[in-house]
């Protein structure tokens, strides 16, 4: 079975850049999560689709990041304009019941 | 929100010698899980506990979720340079996985 794919795995930008990450879930996972891993912390959730209708974004920044799920397969999260701050790793998790799992990570740096 | 909190934050340890993670919470947890990340690599599920006081084992990693369900821990016993890495514990609630901030595992040989 073919993990949870995502890319670019790396990307390098300019503050008030724009930037976006693709991720590919398990094939029958109907939950998708994108999450935000700040260098020494634990990943932090940002936004959660079942299918593709969101369950949870309380936590994404919704000034500068987006998310879509359009035929409930695929996602894309996008960050404009992306700020310092935003340097971290963003992970991409499926599910199908209790257990996630997770892709490899897109490591964003802004300088 | 509600987040799990774990000590110690780093531990360093000599290759052979065991480990302990801890995992604690202020209120009853519906579950706790455990993952591994190793240095520039990806979370991974290793356990799901939801019983109070259940007790669990994977070769030398021995999972316990306390009689209170407010606390959960990991021993890894005999540690080797494979376990080097972040553990983290996390509680599922309604699919959404809360993690603690981990605890880095350094091995010395």
């Known amino acids: 079975e073919a993990g949870v794919a995502q890319s670019p795995r790396y990307k390098i930008i300019e503050k008030r850049q724009s930037v976006a990450f693709w991720c590919n879930p398990i094939s029958g996972h109907a939950t998708l999560y994108w999450y935000q891993q700040i260098l020494g912390q634990g990943p932090k959730l940002l936004i959660q689709f079942q299918n593709n209708g969101v369950v949870d974004d309380s936590q994404l920044p919704k000034d500068r990041f987006s998310a879509e799920r359009l035929k409930g397969v695929d996602s894309t999260l996008k960050i404009q304009p992306a700020k310092l701050e935003d340097s971290a790793v963003y992970l991409c998790a499926s599910s199908r019941g209790a257990t996630q799992y997770f892709g490899p990570g897109t490591r964003l740096l802004v300088l | 929100g509600q987040q799990v909190m774990q000590i110690p934050q780093y531990q360093h340890v000599q290759e052979g010698e065991d480990f302990t993670t801890y995992c604690n919470s202020s209120?009853?947890?519906?579950?706790i899980q455990w993952y591994k990340q190793r240095p520039g690599g990806h979370p991974v599920f290793l356990i799901q506990?939801?019983?109070?006081?259940e007790v669990k084992k994977q070769k030398r990693l021995t999972f316990q979720f306390g009689e209170a369900k407010k606390n959960s821990s990991l021993h890894i016993t005999a540690t080797q340079t494979t376990d080097v890495g972040t553990y983290f514990c996390a509680e599922n609630r309604d699919d959404k996985i809360i993690f603690g901030k981990g605890t880095r595992l350094h091995i010395l040989p």
């Open positions: 209120t009853t947890l519906s579950n």
């Open positions: 506990l939801v019983k109070s006081g």
